[in-house]
């Protein structure tokens, strides 16, 4: 695919939208295109949108590593991993996680590679929360779209009395890499949060479905907040107030163009049963 920028008219406005394809009969037909090969990888066990990974090869030469060799042994080609856009199947990014844990001696290699996304990281659906009016609304949006995205995890935003839990499950526990997986997710959840809510923004509790790592400084160090392993599932926990916070410079028309494309993205024709049944 070749991607340009797709100016949006709406009413009197105008945006220029980086990353979409260049006219709107391109933009339907990359979609259901997209789609149908989507569809095929969850088929075989979900997939994920290569997005932060492309840092992965950085990252190893910066542990004094040759990339293309431990990309070749986690079974990935190098190529697919240079455009955030590309999609690979969920237990492939785990098991590449892994092997560089491994590779590296970097028990955190996964929240080094989560820390350097968040809602850019997500394409349309990062685009989609950064226009919504208030916290809670774009959480709202990243719940229920962020399958275009990732399907190897189920979200799930849970608010009780004064305190919310934004959820991030992983479908495979027992997946290789899940554990890296995890804690990336929950890095890139972060900075979400911390573009929603300012960059001082920090979690009441993170939740991690894992053992408590030998070295957990890294962890601590980033996420400033008690950090409770052995979870069911990765979450955030945190003051339910900040749900009600506006953003700042959000713009409806541009919310309600993304959410238009989006959701036409989501009910093309070639969703199948079976990522539909994954999903519930």
């Known amino acids: 695919r070749r991607y340009g920028s797709l100016r949006v008219p709406v009413g009197a406005k105008e945006w220029q939208i980086l990353g979409a394809p260049e006219s709107g009969k391109r933009l339907a037909v990359t979609a259901l295109l997209e789609k149908s090969v989507l569809v095929a990888i969850a088929a075989q066990g979900g997939f994920i949108r290569v997005s932060v990974a492309t840092a992965i090869p950085g990252l190893l030469q910066e542990y004094g590593l040759d990339p293309g060799k431990i990309l070749f042994e986690a079974g990935v080609e190098p190529h697919l991993i240079e455009d955030p856009d590309k999609i690979i ?6 098991k590449l996680i892994s092997v560089c844990a491994t590779k590296t001696g970097c028990g955190h290699f996964g929240l ?61 526990p027992l997946l290789e890499g899940a554990d890296q997986i995890a804690d990336g997710a929950m890095a890139v959840a972060v ?37 409770r392993f052995d ?49 519930v």
């Open 89 to 94: 199947p969920f237990a492939t990014m785990g």
């Open 191 to 227: 900075n979400i949060m911390r573009g929603l809510c300012g960059s001082n923004w920090i979690p009441s509790e993170v939740h991690l479905p894992h053992r408590k790592p030998a070295y957990a400084a890294p962890l601590q160090r980033f996420f400033h907040a008690p950090i």
């Open 231 to 279: 979870k069911k599932e990765a979450a955030l926990v945190f003051h339910a107030k900040v749900l009600q916070q506006p953003l700042a410079g959000a713009d409806a028309d541009l919310h309600r163009h993304l959410l238009n494309y989006v959701q036409q993205f989501d009910a093309a024709p070639d969703a199948g049963a079976v990522d539909q049944m994954r999903r």
């Open 112 to 172: 080094l590679v989560g820390q350097r996304g968040g809602a850019s990281s997500l394409g349309t659906v990062g685009l989609l929360i950064r226009q919504a009016c208030d916290a809670g609304s774009a959480l709202d949006d990243l719940v229920r779209y962020l399958h275009l995205h990732d399907r190897g995890a189920v979200p799930r935003l849970d608010v009780s009395g004064d305190m919310a839990t934004l959820a991030y499950t992983i479908s495979d």
